[in-house]
């Protein structure tokens, strides 16, 4: 599309770090009770430094409404720890209360965060219903979990009852056939659900949030998601399939004997180093299947986004530039002991900014964002003071 425009981003890490150092001093002095309003801080800059067209975001909420929702996440940890060593069984039953409040943690965070956030002084806003979240964030998964659970126990049941209806301790052939394929369908149940769960959460954050009066539009499927979710896990199990083989290599060494020698200074070497390569090796992995499954995803959900049904949006982000970024702002925080923070940060930022893109549908930009504006100044629309218990949410 010739009308695509990049979006942009003006911050710097110099700029960024004179923020983030008092606010982590701040932070610290204060025993955590300033992160409300260093969260605040923090999201101003990165929003009013995002640009499009000319046109800026902008963040609107202040510490003083985080600091509710940060003081009641606070409280609810101490009160679970409490609790849990109080009555030691209780440990087992928090996390599924906690578990039933996830849906509405995420619906009343995106009620929160959009409401707060503006493009060119027009907010956002979202629509979506409490019972949705629930049936997304928490139906979903545990329809799924109990599915796939099922399907694993028939497959051990019915190796072991074929067994012993022959009344030998061998397995038999059938039950074998029949935990073989109870596997397999286990497998692909597990792809799909991940897919599915994907697309509805994807739908139920897109598909409710407006721009002013209009709509955001969203039309993806559970197969693409579902294919995402295949070759992310693939890579996962090959991964882990390499560095399973390079520990057991090093295990293998210190079995053998051949580093237990004081004198053998080269082979104690070699397995230190060998360990710090295995290590490394697979925060580095683990960085680049996240790269990937979130690069795949982010195309997929931009290509077939609109707004109004004229604004379309595209995603150029790649798994290997992605990653490039994601490893060297690893070790630069790592070897500058957490100093480059703010530097990995704003970097992070230019990449995805540099690699979002709009078209407006060849119509004339400014004077559709002039519209939303005058149609908010219109309805006067009250920005009301809602409970923040954040949460992230990557597009």
């Known amino acids: 599309m010739d009308s695509m425009k990049q979006v942009k981003f003006n911050g710097s890490g110099d700029e960024y770090f004179k923020i983030w150092i008092v606010n982590v001093l701040l932070s610290i002095v204060t025993f955590g009770i300033y992160y409300p ?10 929003y009013a430094n995002t640009e499009y067209a000319g046109r800026f975001f902008d963040y609107h909420a202040t510490g003083k409404q985080l600091f509710l929702g940060y003081l009641i996440g606070v409280v609810i ?14 440990s087992i039953i928090l996390p599924i209360v906690l578990f039933a409040v996830i849906p509405w943690i995420v619906w009343r965070s995106l009620q929160f965060n959009m409401r707060m956030t503006s493009f060119s002084n027009v907010r956002f806003g979202f629509i979506g219903q409490l019972k949705t979240a629930y049936f997304v964030y ?16 028939i497959g051990f049941g019915s190796m072991t009852g074929f067994s012993g209806i022959s009344g030998s301790t061998d397995f038999s052939p059938i039950g074998v056939l029949v935990f073989i394929l109870a596997s397999i369908f286990a497998l692909v149940l597990s792809v799909y659900m ?18 002013g009066q209009g709509r955001f539009l969203i039309d993806v499927d559970t197969k693409t998601f579902a294919k995402i979710a295949l070759k992310t896990g693939l890579i996962a199990m090959a991964t882990v399939g390499v560095f399973v083989l390079i520990f057991g290599l090093i295990f293998g060494s210190v079995v053998a004997g051949s580093i237990d020698d004081p004198e ?12 710090m390569i295995a290590y490394f090796g697979f925060i580095a992995a683990s960085l680049f299947i996240a790269a990937y499954s979130y690069s795949r995803q982010r195309q997929y959900i931009f290509a077939n986004t609109t707004l109004d049904e004229r604004i379309h949006f595209k995603s150029t982000v790649a798994a290997k530039s992605y990653f490039v970024v994601l490893i060297t702002n690893m070790l630069l925080v790592l070897f500058s002991a957490g100093l480059a923070t703010p530097w ?5 930022a230019q990449y995805l900014a540099d690699n979002t893109w709009i078209d407006a549908d060849d119509m004339d930009i400014n004077q559709y964002l002039t519209n939303k504006q005058n149609e908010q100044s219109a309805i006067g629309e009250e920005i009301g003071d809602v409970l923040d218990i954040d949460i992230n949410i990557a597009i």
């Open 264 to 275: 053998n200074v080269l082979a104690m070497f070699g397995f230190i180093f060998g360990f």
């Open 344 to 348: 990995a940060k704003v970097r992070v």
């Open 77 to 90: 940890l101490i009160v679970i720890q409490v609790i849990s060593f109080i009555v030691p069984a209780a």
């Open 37 to 46: 309003w260093a969260k605040v801080r923090t999201r101003r800059y990165f």
């Open 138 to 153: 928490m139906l979903l998964p545990i329809l799924g979990y109990l599915a796939v659970i099922g399907l694993i126990v």
């Open 194 to 211: 991940a897919g599915l769960f994907i697309k509805k959460s994807t739908e139920y954050q897109i598909g409710h949030t407006k721009f």
